[in-house]
């Protein structure tokens, strides 16, 4: 199947489909979790679709979210604070 895409995604960059070749299925099972919890899919939700036994390691993925957010916040901050700097 990962041959099929990758033969049959026409706009994909090489690299991207060099990288889409070496996917595994836990691969798509950790995107799908972090980009499900990303999306505000409930946790409880994605914890029965991937199938955890506890809802513990559904988790990672929200942790996940919180530190890109906390991320994402720094470096919107550090942009404010060098834009303050150039005035």
């Known amino acids: 199947m990962l041959t099929e895409l990758v033969e049959t995604m026409d706009d994909l960059s ?3 489909r ?10 798509f099972r950790h995107t799908f979790g972090s980009q499900s919890v990303a999306d505000e899919v409930p ?3 994605v914890h029965k679709v991937l199938g955890h036994a506890s ?5 990672i993925y929200v942790q996940a979210e919180k530190q890109r957010v ?9 942009g404010v604070a060098a834009r303050r700097m150039a005035t």
């Open 43 to 45: 946790v409880d939700v």
């Open 14 to 16: 090489l690299d991207d």
């Open 55 to 59: 809802l513990q390691t559904t988790t």
């Open 70 to 78: 906390v991320e994402e916040v720094a470096r919107y901050y550090a």
């Open 18 to 27: 060099r990288r889409l070749g070496q996917a595994n299925a836990h691969t």
